[in-house]
Protein backbone atom coordinates (compact mmCIF):
# COMPACT_ATOMS: atom_id res chain seq x y z
CA UNK A 1 0.00 0.00 0.00
CA UNK A 2 1.07 3.45 -0.57
CA UNK A 3 1.72 6.10 1.99
CA UNK A 4 0.77 8.54 -0.46
CA UNK A 5 -2.85 9.92 -0.75
CA UNK A 6 -3.15 8.56 -4.85
CA UNK A 7 -5.00 10.96 -6.96
CA UNK A 8 -6.40 9.86 -10.70
CA UNK A 9 -9.37 9.57 -12.40
CA UNK A 10 -11.71 6.91 -14.75
CA UNK A 11 -9.89 3.94 -16.52
CA UNK A 12 -9.28 4.60 -20.19
CA UNK A 13 -8.13 8.10 -19.25
CA UNK A 14 -9.00 11.01 -21.02
CA UNK A 15 -6.78 14.29 -21.21
CA UNK A 16 -9.56 15.57 -18.55
CA UNK A 17 -8.59 12.51 -16.26
CA UNK A 18 -5.07 12.78 -16.28
CA UNK A 19 -5.00 16.77 -16.18
CA UNK A 20 -7.08 17.20 -13.45
CA UNK A 21 -5.41 14.54 -11.68
CA UNK A 22 -2.02 16.40 -12.17
CA UNK A 23 -3.46 19.64 -11.19
CA UNK A 24 -4.76 18.28 -8.27
CA UNK A 25 -1.45 17.03 -7.09
CA UNK A 26 -0.01 20.26 -7.50
CA UNK A 27 -2.68 22.23 -6.24
CA UNK A 28 -2.80 20.48 -2.65
CA UNK A 29 0.97 20.67 -2.66
CA UNK A 30 0.70 24.66 -3.16
CA UNK A 31 -1.11 24.25 -0.04
CA UNK A 32 1.27 22.71 1.83
CA UNK A 33 0.52 19.29 1.26
CA UNK A 34 3.17 17.15 -0.54
CA UNK A 35 2.24 13.34 0.36
CA UNK A 36 0.09 13.41 -2.32
CA UNK A 37 0.42 11.77 -5.93
CA UNK A 38 -1.02 11.75 -9.18
CA UNK A 39 -1.26 8.00 -10.88
CA UNK A 40 -3.22 6.42 -14.01
CA UNK A 41 -5.67 4.06 -14.75
CA UNK A 42 -4.45 3.34 -18.17
CA UNK A 43 -2.89 4.14 -21.32
CA UNK A 44 -2.15 7.68 -22.34
CA UNK A 45 -4.25 8.43 -25.52
CA UNK A 46 -2.55 10.14 -28.64
CA UNK A 47 -4.28 13.68 -27.72
CA UNK A 48 -3.02 14.01 -23.83
CA UNK A 49 0.46 12.88 -25.21
CA UNK A 50 0.37 15.46 -27.18
CA UNK A 51 -0.51 17.63 -24.28
CA UNK A 52 2.40 16.37 -21.80
CA UNK A 53 4.69 16.65 -24.34
CA UNK A 54 3.78 20.58 -25.43
CA UNK A 55 4.15 21.04 -21.40
CA UNK A 56 7.11 19.21 -21.03
CA UNK A 57 6.05 16.70 -18.41
CA UNK A 58 5.94 12.77 -17.70
CA UNK A 59 2.83 10.42 -17.43
CA UNK A 60 2.01 9.66 -13.82
CA UNK A 61 2.71 6.42 -12.82
CA UNK A 62 0.19 3.01 -13.75
CA UNK A 63 -2.19 1.83 -11.02
CA UNK A 64 -3.45 -1.60 -11.66
CA UNK A 65 -5.61 -1.66 -7.91
CA UNK A 66 -5.30 -0.27 -4.34
CA UNK A 67 -5.25 -2.57 -1.33
CA UNK A 68 -8.10 -2.10 1.61
CA UNK A 69 -7.86 1.01 3.21
CA UNK A 70 -5.66 3.20 0.58
CA UNK A 71 -6.45 6.52 0.69
CA UNK A 72 -7.32 8.42 -2.20
CA UNK A 73 -8.64 11.13 -4.34
CA UNK A 74 -10.75 10.70 -7.29
CA UNK A 75 -11.33 13.03 -10.11
CA UNK A 76 -13.18 13.39 -13.39
CA UNK A 77 -15.62 9.65 -11.88
CA UNK A 78 -16.97 8.49 -9.04
CA UNK A 79 -18.65 5.12 -10.08
CA UNK A 80 -17.30 2.31 -9.19
CA UNK A 81 -17.25 0.73 -12.45
CA UNK A 82 -15.14 3.24 -13.89
CA UNK A 83 -12.61 3.18 -11.08
CA UNK A 84 -9.39 1.16 -9.70
CA UNK A 85 -9.46 -2.35 -9.17
CA UNK A 86 -10.49 -2.45 -5.23
CA UNK A 87 -12.11 1.10 -4.83
CA UNK A 88 -14.83 -0.45 -2.86
CA UNK A 89 -12.21 -1.06 -0.07
CA UNK A 90 -10.06 2.33 -0.53
CA UNK A 91 -10.79 4.97 1.57
CA UNK A 92 -11.80 7.60 -0.33
CA UNK A 93 -10.74 11.19 0.80
CA UNK A 94 -12.23 13.54 -1.96
CA UNK A 95 -14.43 13.37 -4.97
CA UNK A 96 -14.30 16.19 -7.83
CA UNK A 97 -16.15 15.55 -10.73
CA UNK A 98 -18.35 16.68 -13.23
CA UNK A 99 -20.41 13.66 -13.71
CA UNK A 100 -23.96 12.35 -12.51
CA UNK A 101 -23.42 10.59 -8.64
CA UNK A 102 -24.01 6.59 -9.75
CA UNK A 103 -23.47 3.59 -7.64
CA UNK A 104 -20.94 5.46 -5.06
CA UNK A 105 -20.91 4.81 -1.13
CA UNK A 106 -18.23 5.32 1.12
CA UNK A 107 -18.32 3.70 4.67
CA UNK A 108 -16.86 7.75 5.84
CA UNK A 109 -17.55 11.35 5.40
CA UNK A 110 -15.51 13.12 2.65
CA UNK A 111 -14.91 16.46 0.57
CA UNK A 112 -17.43 15.69 -2.89
CA UNK A 113 -17.24 18.94 -4.69
CA UNK A 114 -19.54 18.16 -8.20
CA UNK A 115 -20.09 20.28 -10.57
CA UNK A 116 -22.53 20.36 -14.02
CA UNK A 117 -19.76 21.95 -15.46
CA UNK A 118 -18.05 20.78 -18.77
CA UNK A 119 -14.75 19.70 -17.64
CA UNK A 120 -13.25 18.90 -13.83
CA UNK A 121 -10.59 21.18 -14.61
CA UNK A 122 -12.78 24.15 -14.67
CA UNK A 123 -14.24 22.92 -11.15
CA UNK A 124 -9.98 22.95 -10.27
CA UNK A 125 -9.82 26.56 -11.60
CA UNK A 126 -12.28 27.47 -8.97
CA UNK A 127 -10.64 25.73 -6.11
CA UNK A 128 -7.34 27.24 -6.98
CA UNK A 129 -9.01 30.79 -6.91
CA UNK A 130 -11.46 29.86 -3.81
CA UNK A 131 -7.85 28.89 -2.10
CA UNK A 132 -6.14 31.79 -3.53
CA UNK A 133 -3.61 29.67 -4.75
CA UNK A 134 -1.75 31.10 -7.75
CA UNK A 135 -2.16 29.46 -10.89
CA UNK A 136 1.22 29.03 -12.85
CA UNK A 137 1.95 28.46 -16.40
CA UNK A 138 2.18 24.55 -16.16
CA UNK A 139 -1.31 23.93 -14.55
CA UNK A 140 -2.96 26.61 -16.60
CA UNK A 141 -1.74 24.57 -20.10
CA UNK A 142 -3.17 21.44 -18.23
CA UNK A 143 -6.36 22.65 -16.96
CA UNK A 144 -6.99 25.33 -20.43
CA UNK A 145 -6.21 21.54 -22.30
CA UNK A 146 -8.73 19.49 -20.35
CA UNK A 147 -11.17 22.19 -21.05
CA UNK A 148 -10.76 21.99 -24.66
CA UNK A 149 -10.87 18.45 -24.75
CA UNK A 150 -13.97 17.87 -22.93
CA UNK A 151 -15.82 20.54 -24.27
CA UNK A 152 -14.16 19.84 -28.08
CA UNK A 153 -13.50 23.80 -27.77
CA UNK A 154 -16.03 24.82 -26.72
CA UNK A 155 -18.69 23.12 -29.25
CA UNK A 156 -19.93 20.26 -27.21
CA UNK A 157 -23.30 21.00 -25.30
CA UNK A 158 -21.68 20.44 -21.97
CA UNK A 159 -19.67 23.76 -22.16
CA UNK A 160 -20.99 25.89 -19.55
CA UNK A 161 -20.21 29.87 -19.08
CA UNK A 162 -17.87 28.63 -16.52
CA UNK A 163 -15.75 26.60 -19.01
CA UNK A 164 -15.87 29.73 -21.16
CA UNK A 165 -14.38 32.14 -18.48
CA UNK A 166 -11.85 29.50 -17.04
CA UNK A 167 -10.25 28.45 -20.45
CA UNK A 168 -9.92 32.21 -21.27
CA UNK A 169 -8.04 33.07 -18.21
CA UNK A 170 -6.24 29.73 -18.88
CA UNK A 171 -5.08 30.23 -22.38
CA UNK A 172 -3.67 33.87 -21.22
CA UNK A 173 -1.69 32.48 -18.14
CA UNK A 174 -0.69 29.88 -20.60
CA UNK A 175 0.14 31.70 -23.67
CA UNK A 176 -1.74 29.72 -25.85
CA UNK A 177 -3.81 30.81 -29.01
CA UNK A 178 -6.72 28.39 -28.16
CA UNK A 179 -7.80 27.81 -31.52
CA UNK A 180 -4.86 27.08 -33.09
CA UNK A 181 -3.40 25.00 -30.05
CA UNK A 182 -6.86 23.62 -29.61
CA UNK A 183 -7.11 22.07 -33.24
CA UNK A 184 -3.25 20.74 -32.83
CA UNK A 185 -4.38 19.03 -29.60
CA UNK A 186 -7.71 17.80 -31.18
CA UNK A 187 -6.13 16.80 -34.31
CA UNK A 188 -3.05 15.03 -32.34
CA UNK A 189 -6.06 12.92 -31.01
CA UNK A 190 -7.78 11.49 -34.05
CA UNK A 191 -4.75 9.79 -35.49
CA UNK A 192 -6.03 6.62 -35.43
CA UNK A 193 -4.00 4.42 -37.49
CA UNK A 194 -1.16 3.05 -35.21
CA UNK A 195 -4.72 0.96 -33.36
CA UNK A 196 -5.78 -1.92 -33.30
CA UNK A 197 -9.53 -2.15 -33.67
CA UNK A 198 -9.50 -3.64 -30.14
CA UNK A 199 -7.79 -0.69 -29.18
CA UNK A 200 -10.43 2.02 -30.84
CA UNK A 201 -13.64 0.25 -29.46
CA UNK A 202 -11.38 0.41 -25.44
CA UNK A 203 -9.51 3.78 -26.13
CA UNK A 204 -12.54 5.70 -24.40
CA UNK A 205 -14.92 3.45 -23.55
CA UNK A 206 -17.44 3.85 -20.64
CA UNK A 207 -19.14 0.92 -18.96
CA UNK A 208 -22.84 1.02 -17.38
CA UNK A 209 -25.66 -0.57 -16.16
CA UNK A 210 -29.40 0.25 -15.90
CA UNK A 211 -31.95 -2.47 -14.64
CA UNK A 212 -30.07 -5.25 -15.79
CA UNK A 213 -28.85 -3.85 -19.01
CA UNK A 214 -25.15 -3.81 -19.51
CA UNK A 215 -24.05 -1.28 -21.45
CA UNK A 216 -20.46 0.30 -23.34
CA UNK A 217 -20.60 3.20 -25.11
CA UNK A 218 -17.43 3.87 -26.79
CA UNK A 219 -16.23 6.92 -28.55
CA UNK A 220 -13.11 7.86 -31.05
CA UNK A 221 -12.69 11.56 -32.21
CA UNK A 222 -12.08 11.89 -36.18
CA UNK A 223 -11.72 15.02 -38.66
CA UNK A 224 -12.82 12.03 -40.80
CA UNK A 225 -16.06 9.56 -40.15
CA UNK A 226 -15.44 8.13 -43.44
CA UNK A 227 -11.92 7.57 -43.03
CA UNK A 228 -12.64 5.30 -40.01
CA UNK A 229 -15.46 3.62 -41.37
CA UNK A 230 -13.45 1.93 -44.04
CA UNK A 231 -12.62 -0.16 -40.97
CA UNK A 232 -16.16 -1.21 -40.48
CA UNK A 233 -16.50 -4.89 -40.58
CA UNK A 234 -12.77 -5.17 -38.64
CA UNK A 235 -14.39 -2.67 -35.97
CA UNK A 236 -17.78 -4.39 -35.68
CA UNK A 237 -15.75 -7.19 -35.16
CA UNK A 238 -13.78 -6.13 -32.39
CA UNK A 239 -17.25 -4.82 -31.07
CA UNK A 240 -18.75 -8.03 -31.14
CA UNK A 241 -15.81 -9.49 -28.90
CA UNK A 242 -16.25 -6.77 -26.62
CA UNK A 243 -20.31 -7.92 -25.89
CA UNK A 244 -19.30 -11.69 -25.58
CA UNK A 245 -16.36 -11.11 -23.45
CA UNK A 246 -17.59 -9.22 -20.98
CA UNK A 247 -21.71 -10.30 -21.49
CA UNK A 248 -22.46 -6.61 -22.60
CA UNK A 249 -25.93 -6.36 -23.82
CA UNK A 250 -25.58 -3.48 -26.21
CA UNK A 251 -22.28 -1.70 -27.60
CA UNK A 252 -22.44 1.45 -29.62
CA UNK A 253 -19.21 3.19 -31.19
CA UNK A 254 -19.74 6.98 -31.83
CA UNK A 255 -17.13 7.89 -34.57
CA UNK A 256 -17.71 11.69 -33.93
CA UNK A 257 -15.97 14.58 -36.54
CA UNK A 258 -14.98 17.28 -33.93
CA UNK A 259 -15.18 19.49 -37.28
CA UNK A 260 -18.41 19.48 -38.18
CA UNK A 261 -19.80 18.54 -34.35
CA UNK A 262 -21.53 15.40 -35.98
CA UNK A 263 -21.53 11.14 -34.79
CA UNK A 264 -21.59 7.98 -36.67
CA UNK A 265 -23.17 5.34 -34.26
CA UNK A 266 -22.25 2.14 -34.54
CA UNK A 267 -24.77 -0.20 -32.34
CA UNK A 268 -24.54 -3.70 -31.96
CA UNK A 269 -25.39 -6.46 -29.45
CA UNK A 270 -29.54 -7.60 -28.51
CA UNK A 271 -30.11 -4.68 -26.99
CA UNK A 272 -29.69 -2.22 -30.05
CA UNK A 273 -33.20 -1.40 -29.41
CA UNK A 274 -32.07 1.23 -27.04
CA UNK A 275 -30.92 3.41 -30.14
CA UNK A 276 -33.21 1.73 -32.74
CA UNK A 277 -36.50 3.04 -30.81
CA UNK A 278 -35.87 6.60 -31.38
CA UNK A 279 -33.36 6.09 -34.87
CA UNK A 280 -33.30 3.78 -37.92
CA UNK A 281 -30.52 1.83 -37.86
CA UNK A 282 -28.88 0.70 -41.87
CA UNK A 283 -26.30 -1.62 -41.58
CA UNK A 284 -25.89 -1.22 -37.92
CA UNK A 285 -25.49 2.40 -38.21
CA UNK A 286 -26.92 5.82 -38.09
CA UNK A 287 -25.15 9.24 -38.26
CA UNK A 288 -26.28 12.09 -36.09
CA UNK A 289 -26.71 15.65 -36.86
CA UNK A 290 -24.98 17.48 -33.98
CA UNK A 291 -24.20 14.50 -31.56
CA UNK A 292 -20.77 14.97 -29.56
CA UNK A 293 -21.69 14.44 -26.36
CA UNK A 294 -21.57 10.72 -24.74
CA UNK A 295 -23.15 12.46 -21.10
CA UNK A 296 -25.54 14.49 -22.59
CA UNK A 297 -26.89 13.40 -26.03
CA UNK A 298 -25.55 9.27 -26.31
CA UNK A 299 -25.84 8.31 -22.51
CA UNK A 300 -29.89 9.86 -21.63
CA UNK A 301 -30.93 8.57 -25.33
CA UNK A 302 -29.51 5.03 -24.48
CA UNK A 303 -31.33 5.46 -20.85
CA UNK A 304 -34.55 6.60 -21.90
CA UNK A 305 -35.06 3.53 -24.10
CA UNK A 306 -33.83 0.89 -21.55
MG1 LIG B 1 -13.19 12.01 -18.59
MG1 LIG C 1 3.75 14.34 -5.05
MG1 LIG D 1 -14.14 15.13 -17.80
Not at 49 to 70: N, R
Not at 212 to 227: E, L, P, R
Not at 273 to 298: A, C, M, P, T
Request: charged letters at 30%; a negative charge.
Amino acid sequence: MSNEILIFGHKNPDTDTICSAIVKEILIEKKGNSNVKAVRLGNINKETQYVLDYAKIEAPELLDSVEEGQEVILVDHNEFSQSVDGIEKAKILEVVDHHRICNFETAEPLFYTARPFGCTSTILYKQFKCSNVEIDKKEALLMASAIISDTLLLKSPTTTQHDKKALEELANIAEIDVNEYGLDMLKAGTDLDDFTEEELVNLDAKKFEKDGVKCVIAQVNTVSIDDVLKREEKLKEAMNNEIEKNNLDVCVLAITDILNSNSELIVLGNRTDVIEKSHHLENDKVFLEGVVSRKKQLLPLVESNI
